[in-house]
């Protein structure tokens, strides 16, 4: 307690606060960026809160970003802080259960097998699941009603990310057990099991059935596939069935399972909560969707033919779509890391201890106008290349992703990004392409058949839930749509 209450000069100014454990976490908890804003503003770019007992430095700005993102594995660990969350819903030997160079390795594979080609498979399987979820569901029967789109835009983001990424033998289980399977699995991710990972409680033991069920399941699909002796299917698991490891070991098949598991939970709940806010915004912007609706036209046909990878990129304000609400709504708002050995801060007198956990927080920069006028407005037009509000700085994105070698110690050149939806470093996202292509193509495929707006006609959007790991709109979050050709 000492330790917490006693300031050394080399530490970073400390937020206050009157309870000596509890300290920040529920002011954090209930809204971490406006946490942010607010003590930056009082403290600057560097300060420390408490967060459940432990003392978390916050560094913000584009330094602060680099700072964090961009550290060594000798200074920085992700692991410590997110294995005993992450271990048991992906299970063992994959991702945070591994050495870090591991890792490096496992994203290597996946990030091979994301090629051009396998992108060109994957948009039409996409935009298949997407129209033919609007015909199934009974949400969507009729000419126009009202919906509460997060759950929909869960089970589309599942079905397509599972049908592309992990075949179609995976896709159908969906039909059956894997959906209510993967339910369970979730509720490991609350982020209480920070704390009561361990516990013998009813949900962990679901989530610990889950795991091991859904893995069997992965393995299974693996074992016909090996006796089938070959597949024309573009997807990762394939690919990872036929990786090896630098010192010869091929993968094995639970690690196949395990990393099957992880790719599907990481990018569901980004991916799931993107597509949410997009729908949303386009239902508090008609004219926007109206905007994507003749860029389809004019550029593909007033047809509009099935959609191809190649058109993806005719489509830049379908593109500026996701670019412009991850700048608002970055699904992970906190990355954490633990600090290794004492962390000298360029250019200040701060020397960050190894108790200190490190927090970067990208969409703090994400949201300054220093960088983006007019912050606060989601206008994917500012993406336009003679827009008035304009990013004033060159954003590096999907390019710069090309400069990363996912071989040991190489790290991203962009950390000090103001716009990293994605991180930055040896961490950085391998599936951000993918997410790209994957929110492209299902907004194309909803701009064709629906027209949204707000049930009370206004111009917002619902606040955000700040409640679990990833965040996410609150719910109900309910749209008024019509069909297009009704
Ligand atoms: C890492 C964001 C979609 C797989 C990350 C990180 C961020 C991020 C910020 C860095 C975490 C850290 O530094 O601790 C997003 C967003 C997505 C998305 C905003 C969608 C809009 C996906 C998808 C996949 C995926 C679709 C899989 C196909 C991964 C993996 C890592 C990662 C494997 C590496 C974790 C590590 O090295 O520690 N993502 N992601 N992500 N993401 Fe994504």
């Keep these: 307690a000492s330790q917490l209450l006693f300031k050394n000069p080399n530490e970073p100014p400390l937020v206050f606060s009157w309870f000596p454990v509890v300290g920040s976490t529920i002011t954090y908890g209930m809204d971490p960026p406006r946490f942010f804003r607010e003590n930056r503003a009082k403290y600057g770019d560097i300060f420390t809160f408490i967060l459940l007992g432990k003392k978390t430095t916050v560094y913000v700005g584009c330094q602060g970003n680099d700072f964090i993102l961009n550290g060594k594995a000798k200074d920085v660990c992700a692991e410590d802080i997110y294995t005993v969350l992450t271990t048991p819903v992906f299970g063992k030997d994959v991702v945070y259960d591994c050495p870090n160079s591991k890792l490096m390795e496992q994203k290597k594979f996946m990030k091979i097998a994301l090629t051009t080609q396998a992108f060109q498979s994957y948009v039409p399987i996409i935009a298949d699941e997407v129209s033919s979820y609007f015909k199934k569901s009974a949400d969507f029967k009729g000419k126009s009603g009202i919906v509460n789109i997060p759950p929909k835009m869960a089970q589309i983001t599942i079905f397509t990310a599972s049908h592309s990424l992990q075949g179609k033998e995976i896709r159908h289980k969906f039909d059956e057990t894997l959906a209510d399977l993967y339910h369970d699995l979730d509720m490991g991710f609350n982020p209480v099991n920070f704390m009561l990972h361990w516990a013998p409680l009813p949900w962990n033991n679901r989530r610990d059935h889950a795991q091991r069920t859904i893995a069997k399941i992965y393995m299974d699909t693996i074992k016909e596939r090996r006796a089938a002796g070959k597949s024309d299917a573009q997807d990762m698991m394939w690919h990872l069935m036929g990786s090896t490891y630098k010192n010869g070991t091929p993968v094995p098949d639970h690690e196949i399972a395990h990393m099957m598991i992880a790719l599907l939970m990481a990018g569901q709940h980004s991916s799931s909560s993107t597509s949410s806010w997009i729908m949303l915004w386009l ?40 670019k412009e609400t991850l700048r608002l709504h970055a699904p992970i708002h906190s990355i954490m890391r633990a600090v290794k050995q004492p962390m000298p801060v360029p250019g200040t007198k701060y020397v960050i201890p190894p108790s200190h956990v490190l927090l970067s927080a990208g969409g703090v920069t994400a949201t300054d106008p220093t960088f983006f006028p007019d912050p606060d407005t989601w206008e994917p037009h500012r993406w336009d290349k003679d827009s008035p509000i304009a990013p004033r700085m060159v954003v590096k994105n999907e390019d710069e992703e090309e400069k990363i070698d996912y071989g040991y110690g190489l790290v991203s050149k962009g950390a000090a990004s103001p716009y990293l939806p994605f991180g930055a470093g040896r961490h950085r996202c391998i599936g951000e392409q993918f997410a790209n292509v994957q929110l ?25 839930d700040y409640a679990s790991l990833f965040s996410r709109p609150l719910e109900p979050a309910n749209i008024h749509w019509e069909k297009r050709n009704a």
Excluded at 285 to 290: A, G, L, N
Excluded at 442 to 449: D, L, P, Q, W, Y
């Design 283 to 322: 239902a508090a912007r008609p004219d926007i969707m109206e905007d994507l609706y003749r860029e389809q036209v004019e550029n593909l046909g007033a047809d509009l033919p099935p959609l191809q990878y190649e058109d993806l990129a005719k489509l830049p304000l379908n593109q500026a779509i996701i």
């Design 440 to 464: 492209q193509t299902i907004t194309a495929m909803v701009v064709r058949e629906f027209k949204f707006r707000n049930v009370d006609g206004s111009n917002k959007v619902i606040g955000t």
